[in-house]
Nanobody, 121 residues
Framework: VQLQASGGGLVQAGDSLRLSCVGS????????MAWFRQAPGKEREFVAT????????YYADSVKGRFTISRDNAKNAVYLHMNKLKADDTAVYYC???????????????WGQGTQVTVSS
């Protein structure tokens, strides 16, 4: 079972980026899926999560209105659309999947390897 995250890169402040995370080895259509991030010297923090229930999403206050999480169960994938990026968004972004729709990282069972997002100001 694996989650493969991709789409990170180096962008300028104000730019947009879309992260992708594709699962393999099992279907994740009945799981909540989420994105977390970890900046250098900081703890991993919640970014966004989407339930198996259509339309049920939660966002961290710091990204609300700028980031959108979506999923495509046919592709076993979750996406993070990031707009109006700021330098503070610089971090390694991780996707995760689990049975609980929560902001709590320890509740997620499966994790991707992370993809680096760097925003220059």
């Amino acid at each position: 079972v694996q989650l493969q995250a991709s789409g990170g890169g180096l962008v300028q402040a104000g730019d947009s980026l879309r992260l992708s995370c594709v699962g393999s080895g099992r279907t994740f259509s009945d799981d909540a899926m989420a994105w977390f991030r970890q900046a250098p010297g900081k703890e991993r923090e919640f970014v966004a999560t989407i339930s198996w229930i259509p339309g049920a999403t939660y966002y961290a206050d710091s990204v609300k209105g700028r980031f959108t999480i979506s999923r495509d169960n046919a592709k076993n994938a979750v996406y993070l659309h990031m707009n109006k990026l700021k330098a503070d968004d610089t971090a390694v972004y991780y996707c995760a999947a689990g049975t609980l729709h929560t902001r709590v990282a320890t509740a997620y069972t499966y994790w991707g390897q992370g993809t680096q997002v760097t925003v220059s100001s």
